[in-house]
């Protein structure tokens, strides 16, 4: 599509009928691979991600391991049919970059100073993208942390906010994140009340930006307790065997 649709209708609302302030639908599973040492898959509309977690386990080469803490590895990648038009597998630009800042925000949650000496290993896999891939992957990386019973200080949630024909929109879709004016994906610890990511492409008056803000962190409480509600129906579920 090569010029810009109207992003929000007559009615106020949005080409996939959400009012501004609503997400997509939210599904999260843990412990779907049985090789890993944890795992998740985390929905977010069609926003597909699957994670796995390996480790703490012994770095080698040796020489690689740190003395005072873990090592974290972190690879984000799309799969070649996530998109619409076939991605190519190998690692692109936009890839590293965000296994970067997916690594850097884990990092501030997971207690890497109580395995010296080992490396942890992250992958994501986006299995479909419509727009908030870096979001939905490091969820479903916190996911997989902890099903790997990793100790972190706090969970990770987050969302989009963007601006769509100058109204706020929450959990952009994918013509939203193409055609809007700005992109504005959060990450928080929520019980902590720290941020863990947040990047804003395009623009915002500070006015729009403090209420940008205000919707993210809305959302991110309802991703919060749908995300400790997927851990305890695990728990429940071993209980239960
Ligand atoms: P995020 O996925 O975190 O929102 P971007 O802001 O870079 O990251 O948005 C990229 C979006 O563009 C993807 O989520 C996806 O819906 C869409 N897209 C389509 N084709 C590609 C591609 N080849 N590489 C990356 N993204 C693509």
């Known amino acids: 599509q090569l010029q810009k649709p109207r992003l929000i209708l007559d009615n ?12 997509r639908p939210i599904k999260i599973e843990l412990g779907v691979l049985k090789n890993a040492d944890g795992s998740a898959i985390f ?15 012994e770095m080698h080469p040796r020489h690689l391991a ?14 070649p049919f996530s998109t619409d038009e076939r991605k190519n597998p190998a690692p692109s630009r936009r890839e590293i970059e965000l296994s970067k800042v997916i690594r850097e925000a884990l ?3 997971i207690l890497v100073e109580l395995f010296p000496r080992t490396v942890i290993d992250v992958f994501m896999e986006v299995l479909q993208a419509d727009a908030g891939t870096r979001l939905v992957s490091l969820m479903a990386a916190s ?7 990793i100790p972190m200080r706090d969970l990770i949630a987050g969302v989009a906010v963007g601006k769509a024909d100058g109204v ?10 193409m055609w809007g004016e700005a992109d504005m994906p ?3 610890m929520p019980s902590l009340k720290q941020v863990a990511l947040l990047q804003l492409n395009g623009n915002m008056t500070p006015q729009e930006f403090r209420q940008a803000l205000e919707m993210a962190q809305k959302g991110i409480e309802t991703i919060y307790n749908l995300e400790k509600e997927a851990i ?3 728990y429940a579920e071993l209980k239960e065997e």
């Open 12 to 23: 106020g609302l949005r080409l996939d009928g959400r009012r501004p302030d609503e997400m």
């Open 43 to 57: 929905e977010m509309g069609n926003t597909k991600v699957i994670a796995a977690v390996y480790g703490p386990k």
């Open 66 to 79: 740190l003395p005072d803490r873990a090592v974290l590895r972190v690879r984000y990648h799309m799969t």
């Open 107 to 109: 990092e501030s949650t």
């Open 143 to 149: 996911m997989a942390l902890a099903d790997a019973g």
């Open 168 to 177: 706020l929109v929450l959990d952009l879709n994918e013509p939203e994140d």
């Open 186 to 188: 959060v990450a928080m």
């Open 232 to 234: 305890r129906s695990k």
